[in-house]
Structures are given as structure tokens and as C-alpha cells.
T-cell receptor, first 112, second 112 residues
Framework: DAGVTQSPTHLIKTRGQQVTLRCSPKSGHDTVSWYQQALGQGPQFIFQYYEEEERQRGNFPDRFSGHQFPNYSSELNVNALLLGDSALYLC???????????FGEGSWLTVV | GEDVEQSLFLSVREGDSSVINCTYTDSSSTSLYWYKQEPGAGLQLLTYIFSNMDMKQDQRLTVLLNKKDKHLSLRIADTQTGDSAIYFCAVLGVSGTYKYIFGTGTRLKVLA
């Protein structure tokens, strides 16, 4: 049984570019959340998707957007990248009504 | 606002018990979690406790919750070198919110 899978694992982008990160939830899960973890910090909630809609959003600018597909997989898009966007981006999945989330290994984004 | 605080470092000798502490501000938190993060990896769920419980034991792990003081602790018995990692406390907030609030993590170093 595959857990939460994310791609790519590492990537380097230039300031001003756009990036798309992908996530497949754990089997049986229908809810996907995205978190940003800067170096030396705890994860910060970006947003959560359920039934292909953004259900809740954290304190992140509109440059951060997402999408959930009918198969429950999800994408995180970041436009106009800033140096400060360099971080580990974690995807977490859960089932509706479940209050425990399971994380993927993350995508390391470096903006230069 | 919601906040979760942890001490930054803890060093113990192999075989001793480790106690990692966490305080939080949101008294309406419904469930509280401990995650482990090893270098370059995602977050691994260790254990969790619901807010109507005081204690939970799971093999070498014991979680204590003091709701009056808004204090959560994780005790690891017979600590091993493989337990060296960063440990994050996280709380799930009030009903109707889906985001986890994470602490900044406690780096546990186990000395052989």
C-alpha cells in the first residue's frame, strides 16, 4: 500500500519563474493538504483540498494556488518565485472525517 | 493567535528516557500529535492523543496531556541512537478548521 507520494523530490528554479509540485494521496484518502517547511522551522499550512475545492487556506499570498483532481491527487503551483519560497513542500493526506494526516517525503525547492 | 512552542534541543544518553515538551495556546484543540523527522525526510506520525484523554501509551512512547496548563509531553523509554531526529508537536484546532499548527521542533540527540 503506497503512502503519500510527491514529485519531484528536488528542483531548482530562478526568481520569477513558476513551479508545479505534485502529490498522490495515500490509498483510501480523499483530502490533501499542503505545508511549507522553511529550514529550521515547523511546517506552515498553505491550504487543503477536498472534493476538488480549496476548503481552507493559510496565510499565504495568491501566488500559491492549487488543484485537486477527480482521483484525489493534487498540485501546488507557485508563481513569480521569490528567494524566500525556498523550502521543503510537504503534502499530507487524510480521509474525510479522519483527523490524522500522513505526510509524503516532500519536494525540496531551491530558488536562486 | 494560535501558537505551539517547543524547546529547541535535547541530549540524552542511550538507554535513558527522553522527555520532549510542548505548550500550546489554543485551549479548544481537539487532538494533538507527535511527528518525527529525520534528516532530508518527511514527517512520520508517531502518536496522537485526543483532548478528552490525559495519557496514551504506545510501546516505548508515552504521551501526557495537561489541558489546564496546555502542556503536552512525549516520553521515549530506553532511547536508542535511531531515535535521534527532530520531533514536532502539532495541534488540530477548533471544530471547523482543518489546519495543523506545528511547533518549531525539538532536535533530540542520543549519545552512545
Amino acid at each position: 500500500d503506497a503512502g503519500v507520494t510527491q514529485s519531484p523530490t528536488h528542483l531548482i528554479k530562478t526568481r520569477g519563474q513558476q513551479v508545479t509540485l505534485r502529490c498522490s494521496p495515500k490509498s483510501g484518502h480523499d483530502t490533501v493538504s499542503w505545508y511549507q517547511q522553511a529550514l529550521g522551522q515547523g511546517p506552515q499550512f498553505i491550504f487543503q483540498y477536498y472534493e476538488e475545492e480549496e476548503r481552507q487556506r493559510g496565510n499565504f499570498p495568491d501566488r500559491f494556488s492549487g488543484h485537486q483532481f477527480p482521483n484525489y491527487s493534487s498540485e501546488l503551483n507557485v508563481n513569480a518565485l521569490l528567494l524566500g519560497d525556498s523550502a521543503l513542500y510537504l503534502c499530507a493526506s487524510s480521509s474525510q472525517g479522519g483527523n490524522t494526516i500522513y505526510f509524503g517525503e516532500g519536494s525540496w525547492l531551491t530558488v536562486v | 493567535g494560535e501558537d505551539v512552542e517547543q524547546s529547541l534541543f535535547l541530549s540524552v544518553r542511550e538507554g535513558d528516557s527522553s522527555v520532549i515538551n510542548c505548550t500550546y495556546t489554543d485551549s479548544s484543540s481537539t487532538s494533538l500529535y507527535w511527528y518525527k523527522q529525520e534528516p532530508g525526510a518527511g514527517l512520520q506520525l508517531l502518536t496522537y492523543i485526543f483532548s478528552n484523554m490525559d495519557m496514551k501509551q504506545d510501546q516505548r512512547l508515552t504521551v501526557l496531556l495537561n489541558k489546564k496548563d496546555k502542556h503536552l509531553s512525549l516520553r521515549i523509554a530506553d532511547t536508542q541512537t535511531g531515535d535521534s531526529a527532530i520531533y514536532f508537536c502539532a495541534v488540530l484546532g477548533v471544530s471547523g478548521t482543518y489546519k495543523y499548527i506545528f511547533g518549531t521542533g525539538t532536535r533530540l540527540k542520543v549519545l552512545a
